[in-house]
């Protein structure tokens, strides 16, 4: 039998009526919220579509400040914000605080970035002005994941309305109190249907993007669902942005310091319990470095388990998942060092796990794993780690560890993946933007690429007007 995989799953979440929100981290209910239904979702796509034209008018400047005074709107209720998140997701304060800073500084950047967006200036005859300009889709809808829910609902939203689109926001059923207020803040300063908010799961998902007044459908989450969204989509022509899950590769070459590879695998690994989309996912090691690698990155897990530090996993389906694949990978030859077992405790927590001797027919190698697991396999040579890296599906993003640079330019070349880290497994200079590849979607879901995924292009020629009686000037198309 196989096992079941993360991106293979459906939401289980049932949509009619209420969602009720369970804390992960003791399994108590938090809340009940409503379900918008299709006839709500309509009317708001309906309010958005008559109060888009108004919006796009709008002096961009004007759209700008407007998501700045956002930002700090948001900035100040930070706290109460983050403590909504870690009891909707079992996200640790201190990350959520993180994640709604991150959102912060996008509604900031995009802000900026928004009064420069336009078109270009064409090269065409004398007296004539041909140039390109960059106009809104229409109705955006951006539907958003539980993971980093205010970094990414950021993300979407201000690339969205600088452009002068306006927005149906959709957070995850795991976190529709968080969505609401994140959706009330960027109502309380913009114009009446600029942004709405609607709660709900997958039904009322699939009910938005079909709608035929959309423009764009934006979608930040898992690869099953985004070939969902492109399969109900197929026929309208409407511009999709998927920015799905990844199974991302690290390489650990030869030469490097044991200590702080296994340093950047345990961060990699485990931030966010493993709950982030570029997570490490499958770990390549030299087999020149691999056993201090490995005893030190057990070393690492053994105390982030001790420590009591680490967030419990979203709910418990998704534990189940997550511990099917290590206990098949267990089953079909890998060992487990350290973790690997549900404790008896409440809530959904999973403790960090190394697991080495993992091979590429294993689902816990092949698909995306959303829990703290680290699976290893040693290889004899950086051309073997950087091949097994290539060989996958998903193309979201990779890391390669090498004091080589001839090694760092190949991984470069080679990784067919939207994002490449050499020695540092997560960072990067702010603004950039990626295209994912394979199941990991379409299109660039962040920075400035994602301005122009929002908007498109229409190219325009003026010429002068014949006046009866008047010459033409510089004597274009002057017959007398
Ligand atoms: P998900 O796809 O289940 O849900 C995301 C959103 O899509 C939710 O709002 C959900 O209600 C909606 N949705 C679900 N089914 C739908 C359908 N049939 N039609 C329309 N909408 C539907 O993802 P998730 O479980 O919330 O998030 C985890 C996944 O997101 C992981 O795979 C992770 O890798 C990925 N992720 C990717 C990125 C990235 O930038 N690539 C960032 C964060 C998370």
Redesign the pocket.
């Known amino acids: 039998m196989s096992v079941p995989t ?2 293979e799953h459906d ?1 289980t979440i049932p949509e009619e009526g209420v969602l009720t929100v369970v804390d992960p981290r003791d399994g108590s209910v938090v809340d009940t919220v409503a379900v918008d239904t299709p006839e709500t979702a309509n009317e708001a796509i309906r309010r958005a579509w008559r109060a888009q034209p108004g919006w796009a008018r709008t002096a961009a400047a004007d759209r700008s400040s407007r998501l700045t005074e956002a930002a700090g709107l948001l900035e100040a209720r930070a706290a109460q914000l983050a403590e909504i998140n870690t009891r909707e997701t079992g996200r640790p304060t201190g990350e959520a605080i993180d994640g709604i800073r991150a959102g912060v500084a996008t509604l900031r950047s995009t802000a900026v970035l928004g009064t420069m967006h336009g078109g270009t200036r064409l090269a065409g005859q004398a007296y004539c002005s041909d140039y390109s300009r960059r106009e809104p889709r229409g109705v955006a809808v951006a ?6 829910p205010v970094a ?1 609902a950021c993300e979407l939203a201000a690339a969205a309305l600088v452009t002068g689109n306006c927005l149906i926001l ?5 976190c529709p109190r968080l969505g609401r207020e994140f959706g009330r803040i960027l109502t309380e300063c913009l114009p009446e249907g600029v942004v709405q908010t609607l709660t709900g ?2 039904a009322l ?2 009910a938005l ?1 079909s709608h035929p007044l959309v423009g764009v459908v934006a ?5 099953s ?1 985004g070939r ?2 492109q399969r ?1 989509t197929a026929d309208s022509g409407v511009h999709l942005v998927l ?4 199974n991302d590769p690290l390489v650990v070459d030869a030469g490097v310091d044991p200590q702080w590879a296994a340093a950047q695998i345990a961060l990699g690994a485990f931030a966010n319990s493993g709950q982030v ?1 570029t997570s490490v996912e499958r770990v390549y090691v030299h087999e020149s470095v691999a056993g201090p690698v490995v005893d030190a990155l057990v070393h690492q897990a053994e105390q982030i388990n001790e420590s009591g530090e680490l967030g419990p996993l979203v709910d418990g389906a998704l534990r189940e998942r997550v511990h099917a694949q290590v206990d098949a990978a267990a089953r079909a030859g890998a060992r487990i060092l350290v973790g690997g077992e549900i404790g008896q405790g409440p809530g959904f927590h999973y403790p960090a796990t190394v697991i080495t001797d993992c091979r590429p027919d294993m689902e816990l190698t092949r698909e ?1 794993t ?1 829990g703290p697991i680290a699976p290893i396999q040693v290889v004899g040579s950086f051309e073997e780690g950087l091949a097994l890296a290539s060989q996958d599906r998903y193309g ?1 993003a990779a890391t390669v560890l090498t004091p080589d640079l001839a090694h760092a330019q190949r991984a470069v070349e080679e990784l067919c993946v939207g994002t490449v880290k050499i020695n540092e497994v997560f960072g990067g200079a702010p603004g950039g933007s990626a295209t ?1 590849r394979g199941a ?2 379409n299109g660039c ?1 962040y920075g400035p690429g994602l301005l122009d995924e929002m908007t498109v292009v229409k190219v325009v020629h003026i010429a002068p007007a014949r006046i009866p009686g008047v010459a033409a000037p510089g004597g274009v198309g002057d017959e007398g």
């Not at 959709?170 to 795991?174: A, N, R």
């Not at 979608?219 to 690869?223: A, D, K, L, V």
């Open positions: 993360f991106t939401a539907l958003t994941p539980w993971n980093d990414v959709k957070p995850s059923e795991h799961g997958p998902g699939a993007v979608h930040i989450g898992s690869s669902t969902k969204i109900l920015e799905n899950g990844g989309c995306e959303f979201l994912p990991s979607g879901g």
